[in-house]
């Protein structure tokens, strides 16, 4: 890659808000990704969110995200090793201090050394789950998840692919797709309610139309996430490379 191509793809203009002053921590390689989002009332999401958290809403509805996609390159910086993985993340979202984020209500992934460091130093619900992820011609993926608790399994089962004649693109400024997926950081708080945010950057994603069925989901329900029984608003990107930074206080 050259110099010029490596300074656009870590170009962080379009940030809605500066990058911290440290240097970054962790590069991941999402591929294949499938943004499913489903409406969901205001004061049902109120409830499920922690109250010092304050709800980002689009035209007086909040929004449920489920999100699969496959890991490649997980890599923390200085370190040659690198791993990947079939993950799947349930979200929504929430503005602190002006910035827009996301706020995980779930991750689910193969690797369990992810997973447990996940879960104990950077405060998100990581859990460890089976996955099976096929990526087959013209991108069509099938994406199966299924994590056991008690006598429930929390499943998605899934088969996507983009339009062959839909050209990606990236979102209009402004737009509703825009305010679904150009997110670049999470927040999460600590056992004491302390509020954290770690900063992401990749480039705008670059998003298709896509053609997706759901045979079985249910990474709401299991999890007391009640939506609107609607059919999902659907983006499908081919995915980004992603640098990430260590957790700060917000």
């Known amino acids: 890659m050259s110099s010029n191509s490596n300074e656009t793809l870590w170009d962080a203009s379009h940030r809605p808000w500066p990058l911290p002053k440290l240097p970054w921590v962790m590069r991941q390689d999402w591929h294949h990704v499938l943004f499913i989002h489903y409406p969901i009332r205001v004061e049902t999401l109120r409830k499920l969110v922690p ?13 449920i995200g489920i999100v699969p996609f496959y890991t490649a390159e997980v890599r923390l910086r200085g370190i040659p090793w690198a791993t990947a993985f079939p993950e799947v993340n349930v979200r929504t979202y929430i503005t602190i201090n002006g910035k827009p ?3 995980f209500f779930s991750l689910d992934a193969t690797h369990l050394p992810t997973v447990l460091f996940a ?7 990581y859990y460890h789950a089976k996955i099976e992820f096929q990526n087959k ?31 990606p693109s990236r979102a209009e400024k402004g737009s509703f797709d825009e305010w679904l997926t150009e997110r670049y950081g999470f927040f999460t708080t600590t056992s004491k309610g302390t509020i954290l945010r ?16 759901i ?14 029984q609607v059919d999902p608003v659907l983006h ?15």
């Open 236 to 250: 499908y990107s081919q995915g980004a490379s992603v640098r990430i930074w260590p957790l700060l206080k917000e």
């Open 51 to 63: 109250a010092n958290l304050q709800l980002d809403i689009y035209e007086g509805w909040g929004w």
């Open 215 to 228: 045979h079985a989901n249910t990474l709401l329900s299991e999890q007391g996430i009640d939506v609107e």
């Open 137 to 167: 011609e013209q991108h069509s993926c099938r994406f199966i998840s299924k994590r056991r608790i008690h006598e429930s399994v929390i499943q998605l089962d899934c088969s996507y692919s983009p339009i062959p004649k839909a050209k």
């Open 101 to 103: 984020g996301v706020y």
């Open 119 to 125: 879960s104990t130093f950077c405060f998100v619900p």
């Open 198 to 213: 770690c900063d992401l950057l990749h480039q705008p994603w670059q998003l298709q139309r896509v053609k997706a069925e």
